[in-house]
């Protein structure tokens, strides 16, 4: 005579959790969206950085650190609205303006050990601060010359190459061309290195101007 479970007073309990959807399962997958947004977000920049790190020593120190700082408040999560995209065209200007006027800075230490920064033009050092005690320098290496130029401009190309190898700024300015962008983007950077260290052999620059080691 079979005895079923109720009438031994016995009761099998499984441990395996039924099959089928729950609702905490459901509510749980939700909240990953951003995390898994913010991973991959993270490893485009990490991605761009190491694809352009030897590109860095080239640039003035506070301008990418500024470009960096500034364009995920632009990029807002992806919004590229025309107004985001003019912000984002008036940030690549402005550092890119900063990288071509910085290399027309240099600096001196003077007698009481303090360093002052000025423009270089064709006739010497333009001080920052007119009406200095400290007599300026007029050595020849402190006018303005065609290195200089060559600099500014290996300087610009420098940072659009950074600039353009992060996925947020093709995504705004080039939408619809991601994938094509990011092919260019692939071997971009590093020709600009190659072209760029090869011109910062030919015509090296002493300068120590605004965003580099004082001399």
Do not use: W
């Amino acid at each position: 005579m079979e005895q079923t479970e109720e009438a031994i007073g016995i009761k099998v309990y499984n441990a395996t959790p039924p099959e089928g959807p729950t609702p905490s399962a459901s509510v749980s997958r939700r909240p990953l969206e951003p995390g898994r947004r913010r991973k991959a977000v993270a490893k485009g920049v990490q991605k761009t950085i190491s694809k352009t790190s030897m590109l860095v020593n080239f640039l003035p120190t506070g301008t990418l650190l500024t470009f960096e700082m500034v364009l995920p408040s632009i990029y807002h999560h992806g919004d590229c609205s025309p107004v985001n995209t003019m912000m984002l065209y008036v940030l690549l200007g402005i550092c890119a303006l900063s990288c071509f006027f910085f290399h027309f800075t240099d600096s001196f230490r003077g007698p009481d050990d303090k360093v002052y920064y000025g423009f270089v033009t064709p006739k010497g050092l333009a001080v920052f601060k007119p009406g200095i005690e400290v007599e300026t320098p007029t050595d020849d290496r402190y006018k303005v010359g065609l290195t200089d130029f060559v600099h500014a401009i290996m300087s610009v190309l420098v940072f659009v190459a950074i600039a353009f190898s992060d996925h947020r700024v093709t995504t705004c300015l080039f939408p619809g061309h991601e994938k094509e962008m990011d092919q260019v983007m692939e071997s971009f950077p590093l020709m600009v290195g190659i072209v760029c260290s090869g011109l910062f052999l030919v015509f090296p620059t002493t300068r120590y101007g605004v965003g580099c080691l004082a001399a």
